[in-house]
């Protein structure tokens, strides 16, 4: 028989996820649908990308736990369309989902979620829907297009070095790194982190990495990679 006729019809899957046995078993369960054909599976965030751009699958299911920090590159998803992402995570934080969807995700979901969840909610996103943690959403992107503009007029009172901080952590310094850029202690960084966090409303560094993305905290030359080489 021939493969295009069994394959027509059939939404084409790439998945990323970053231990084997749960991409072995996000494999399995896409297979044994039947519904879907998987047409790679990798444990390497950056390989993920690469196939998707060359096999230019329908749906790149992607567990964030695949890049550094479980933080996902901010232009991702532009770079991979037509492809609709399906995003894998582990928190529930609204305020991460909807960064994940201001990133360009179509669909998020938790890595706790049931299996029938995850079928469900690609079924939604090659329908052309989102979906956000256990039902499709319709009119996300005009809700997040408000969310957004109320963001932009929010001061949240972050000082210039809490500010310089927040670029820093998004850069994927640590601490130590951190202090030693601003020739301050450690201590003196998590006594600021503390503070960002609660002025920015997050509690982890994965949350504040995203916020700094979504809402443009660029480094400049004082903050640079160059800096640790």
């Known amino acids: 028989m021939d493969r ?16 084997a046995l749960f991409g072995d078993g996000l494999r399995t369960l896409l297979k044994s649908s039947r519904r879907f054909v998987v047409v790679h599976s990798t444990s390497d965030g950056l390989e993920a990308l690469r196939r998707t751009r060359e096999l230019k699958p329908d749906v790149l299911v992607l567990d964030l736990a695949v890049f550094a920090d479980g933080v996902m590159p901010p ?20 305020s991460v989902i909807e960064v994940l969807i201001e990133l360009g995700a179509r669909g998020v979901i938790l890595k706790d979620a049931h299996s ?9 996103v ?16 005009e809700a997040l297009h408000r ?8 001061t949240f009172g972050l000082t210039d070095r809490e500010s310089e901080i927040v670029a820093a952590v998004a850069a994927a310094y640590s601490n130590k790194e951190i202090a030693q850029l601003f020739d301050i202690s450690e201590t003196t960084v998590k006594h600021h982190l503390t503070n960002i966090f609660d002025k920015v409303g997050v509690s982890t560094r994965v949350e504040l990495a995203m916020f700094a993305v979504s809402h443009g905290f660029q480094t400049d030359a004082s903050v640079s990679p160059s800096f640790l080489h």
């Open 4 to 19: 295009a006729l069994v394959l027509r019809g059939r939404p084409r899957i790439v998945v990323a996820a970053e231990h």
């Open 75 to 94: 232009d991702v998803a532009s770079s991979l369309a037509p492809t609709a992402l399906v995003v894998l995570t582990t928190a529930p934080h609204r």
């Open 126 to 141: 090659v329908a052309g829907e989102y979906w956000v943690d256990r039902e499709p959403v319709t009119d996300f992107p």
């Open 116 to 124: 029938g969840m995850l079928l469900r909610a690609i079924r939604a």
């Open 147 to 154: 969310l957004s503009a109320r963001r932009r007029l929010r």
